[in-house]
């Protein structure tokens, strides 16, 4: 266990409310003040200049739950033995070591808007006690879901027909096309058929659910955690027209591709290495019009957060409130010819953003290149609300750099990311672009070492692995695995990742002392 955790002093203040704002599957590179000119964030933008940003923040797995469990225990999925998505439930003697449930027994009111993902959730999820006293839940905004979806009821709730609102779902209606992802795809909107209207769609409904529920705190007198995790923007790529019509498709920026790296992707499907679609020329994705469709709904976030920041203001609580805006995971959005995400480790899918926000506490304009993880939130707002970080936790505190308070420190000198048996895929939903089916899945296994210059992943029992130079490769384009001059650094790195592989375990309580 890092020393660091129980070394960093907390903040003058023991009590600042957290705002935490986590989207679903948004890359790194989506943000405008980051670099990308072809988006759309101006609130975003601002409040990156408010706060510290980590350009270089990894998840510990490219899947939902596992990623989602790691980062509000501060440990890692394989430590948890959380690794999938659709596990039936989440372990009890983890409860515990959820940060609401945490801050709850330390005085804080937590609540929830929006998806949790801890198990399965094709349902309303089976939940532990996780410290949330306010919960308006929304896995997602699909029509099947409406037995377990308090946005589908709010829309009633508006006078609205929730089933009209949310008919591009319906697909005896709007069948999807045959060659098109079996999470959804692109619902291309126009002014003659849209998704569901801004006022009426799930991100805003987050908003609107998160404000109720900073009020009842306010009113309340308590400090406050409200963690909103919107759906977006997780594929069916589906925007409303009002921000899809903003973007000409044809003028962004092409996926990374060529043709060697399809024939790498499909070798990997073939191994039986899985992935939740095959590898495809970007055009046959219609990659373009995804892509705005996807930064589309990344400008809708951006809207919706600006309004969770002015009520902050508007409200006076925003002087004394931390917050956090993320990612659990990324989307490869067409580069390397895959779509969504899977047992991969590119940084469109492991790369997140990170912005950090305390007025007069955290540092402003701040952008750092130290390698993050995604478990070291966790402490870090523990740190910040003056609560003692506790032992189980495998992250380390991201204050001494959001504080300001040693700048020769170094935080990681490596990230790491996990990938076991994350999603049950069959042969059905993963046949090659040559119409032939790959080996039937066989629970894959998989783990991303990077380090400040090199990149090195491991299919475990497959025989298969990449490696990247990030220094002179950023876009992962040449994967020197196999070339003999690369062998000696590959053949340190693995040692490397084995080592970093076992200190993440949970080797369970230190043992007693034996006279």
Known sequence: MDESNHTVESTPNPYPNILWYCTDQQR????????????????LDAFLNEGTTFTHAYCQSPIC?????SFLTGMYPSALRVSANGVPS?????????????????????GLTGKLHLTAAAQKETRVQDGYGFFEYSHAPARDYHNHNDYYHWIKQQGADPEEVLKRYDRKRYPLPEDDMFQGG?????????????????????????IDFIQSAQDAGKPWLLSVNVFDPHAPFDPPNEYYRRYDSSSLPEPIFDDNQKMRQDQLAYAGIDFQTESRPPSAWKAQKIKAAYYAMIEQIDTEFGRLLDFLDASGQRENTVVVFMSDHGEMLGDHGLMLKGC?????????????????????????????????????LLNAAGVEVPDHVQGKSLWPIVGGNDSSYIHRDYVRSEYYHALKM???????????????????????????????????GHNE????????????????WSFPEHQAIKMDLLKRSFDATIEAVDTGPEPLLIA
Not at 95 to 109: K, T, V
Not at 192 to 203: G, R, Y
Not at 365 to 370: C, P, R, Y
Not at 431 to 460: C, F
Request: hydrophobic share 30%.
């Open 186 to 210: 692109l619902f291309e909107p126009n002014e003659k058929l849209d998704n569901a209207p801004s006022n009426l769609h799930q991100t805003h409904w987050c908003t609107e659910m998160g």
């Open 90 to 110: 989440f372990p009890e003697e983890h409860a515990e070591h959820l940060l609401p449930s945490i801050l709850a027994n330390n005085g804080y009111l937590c």
């Open 344 to 380: 991969r480790f590119y940084d469109g899918l492991t790369r997140v953003p990170l912005i950090f926000s305390w007025p007069g506490r955290i540092q402003s304009g701040l952008q750092s290149d130290a390698l993050v993880e995604l478990i070291d939130v966790m402490p870090t």
């Open 465 to 480: 692995g990449e490696l990247y130079d990030m220094e002179t490769d950023p876009e992962e384009k040449n994967d020197l």
């Open 426 to 460: 069959d042969a059905k939903d993963a046949i090659t672009s040559s119409g032939n089916e790959p080996p039937p899945y066989d629970g894959t296994k998989a783990t991303m070492y990077r380090n400040r210059q090199w990149k090195l992943v491991v299919y475990h």
């Open 65 to 69: 739950t596992p990623s989602r469990a």
């Open 28 to 43: 790194f590179d989506t943000i405008r003040a980051l670099g990308n000119k072809h988006i759309n964030t101006p609130r």
